[in-house]
């Protein structure tokens, strides 16, 4: 009776890991960090037509042509600059897209244990390429 039993637990426990594992391989860490934090304003099609774009100065970037009008080569170290804004780029102009890098950084609350609460690095910088990786598989043909 307890093998029966536990049998049937083993088997109930494969097929909910297997499910998971099954949705996982769905998930799009990319397009998830991108409808939750470019969406808005460049669209959830990437086309820059977000419902807040037209509320701002300088229209959003149309990004499924960004290998287009860099000779057909996605430029991903130009991109990832430009998400992470920490470093000031002179040639971007006046900066109305938010500075990605640090609010990823700053995301976690502080906490008692934690009163200065950073996220590590590595997790901005992973954010980042996620939604790096999405815009180079938008790109237009």
């Known amino acids: ?15 909910v890991g297997f499910t998971t594992a099954a949705h996982a391989e769905d998930f799009d860490a990319g397009k998830s960090e991108f409808l939750s934090s470019c969406a808005s304003c ?5 086309k820059g037509k977000g419902p807040v774009s037209e ?4 229209a959003p970037a149309d990004l499924t042509v960004l290998a287009k009008k860099n000779n057909g080569v996605f430029p991903v170290s130009r991109v990832y600059e430009i998400i992470d804004g920490r470093e000031a780029l ?3 102009g006046t900066r109305e897209m938010p500075i990605w890098g640090l609010r990823y950084a700053l995301e ?4 008692l244990f934690n009163p200065e609460a950073v996220v590590p690095e590595t997790v901005v910088r992973a954010r980042i390429l996620s939604i790096i990786d999405y815009l180079n598989r938008i790109q237009g043909k």
């Open 1 to 15: 009776m307890i093998m029966n039993g536990l049998k049937w637990s083993m088997m109930a426990s494969l097929a």
């Open 42 to 46: 460049h669209g959830t099609d990437g």
């Open 55 to 58: 509320q701002l100065k300088v």
């Open 90 to 92: 002179l040639t971007h």
């Open 108 to 111: 976690q609350p502080p906490t």
